[in-house]
């Protein structure tokens, strides 16, 4: 098992060398030019070399992307251009919006996905399990800013239960009023994500059902549903919490565009508003931290995995 982590744990590192070199190519290539933008159209030619001087922009880019490495390695992610803060600092702040809006919207997920995906496939072939299934395909097939317009239109405009939009000034001084604030928006990716889950789910529990060991469970006395319920599900969770995540990475794109719908102060909208200024340090620090912590999740969910599947572990 240690063996397998600390592998698991050298691909992680470089996955995320592979993935910082790739943000840095590519946001090099977009359109623009940042001394520009912080000089303002009127400015001159010294005045814009002063700055690239100034910012090491006209550094060759591989002198460019050392500096920046290296300050990854201590700790410091850059400074942003326009406003001159630490980016670490800034992502901080707008992760204590997007980091709960995200637990949330997996605990909706998981909360529709884990029992309608079970009791759709036991009622596999009865008018309510097929009404689950094809409701579950067609909430799936729903646009993200579509299903988050109408919870808007039902629960913020007609019955006034919840904010449509904005996060309170003071943050989480005011829990129950952040809450409030990250409901709607959980509700919107979780509904999705959950949707799609509860597919996966369905399918795993039939598989299930069609096992050895629940089938003789079966032949002993016991009926179908039980036989599925007390020998067929363990094995379904393991299928689960891989499925769980790759989930994330959904829940994290929902969560750059529900930012935005709901105008959410989280570090998707920060990221939109920074690639729109060019602001490239804190654009490579955001998709940086953005991709780590997916790859993060990969390696806890391999573990998990690993842990509590022995024939894993007998493989090895």
Do not use: C
């Not at 067929?232 to 994290?252: D, E, M, N, R």
């Amino acid at each position: 098992m240690l063996r397998y982590a600390l592998t698991r744990l050298a691909l992680l590192v470089l996955g995320l060398f592979v993935a910082s070199a790739l943000i840095f190519l590519t946001l090099r290539v977009l359109p623009g030019d940042v001394a520009q933008l912080i000089a303002g159209m009127n400015s001159t030619p010294a005045q814009l070399a002063a700055i690239r001087e100034r910012l090491g922009l006209n550094e060759p880019l591989l002198v460019q992307y050392g500096a920046w490495l290296g300050g990854i390695l201590h700790g410091d992610l850059g400074t942003s251009l326009l406003t001159g803060a630490p980016v670490v600092d800034e992502l901080v702040q707008k992760g204590e919006v997007t980091i709960p809006l995200g637990i949330m919207a997996m605990i909706v997920a998981m909360l529709i996905a884990l029992p309608f995906g079970v009791i759709s496939a036991m009622r596999r072939g009865r008018a309510d399990g097929t009404a689950l299934n094809v409701g579950a395909q067609a909430i799936a097939a729903v646009p993200v800013v579509w299903a988050g317009m109408m919870l808007v239109l039902v629960f913020a405009v007609w019955l006034g239960w919840l904010p449509a939009q904005g996060f309170p000034r003071g943050g989480w001084s005011d829990p129950g009023a952040a809450v409030r604030a990250l409901l709607l928006p959980a509700i919107t990716i979780g509904v999705i994500e959950g949707a799609m889950l509860m597919r996966f789910v369905r399918s795993a529990t039939l598989q299930a059902t069609g096992e050895d060991f629940v089938r003789t469970a079966a032949a002993k006395g016991l009926t179908r549903d039980q036989a599925l319920v007390r020998h067929g599900l363990p094995t379904v969770g393991l299928s689960i919490i891989t499925v769980l995540g790759l989930q994330v990475a959904g829940i994290i794109v929902g969560a750059v565009v529900i930012e935005q719908l709901f105008s959410l102060p989280g570090i998707g909208r920060m990221l939109v508003a920074d690639v729109g200024n060019r602001d490239l340090p804190k654009v490579q620090g955001e998709l940086l931290v953005l991709t780590g912590f997916v790859l993060l999740v990969g390696f806890v969910v391999d573990l998990v995995h690993r842990a509590i599947d022995p024939r894993l572990r007998e493989a090895e």
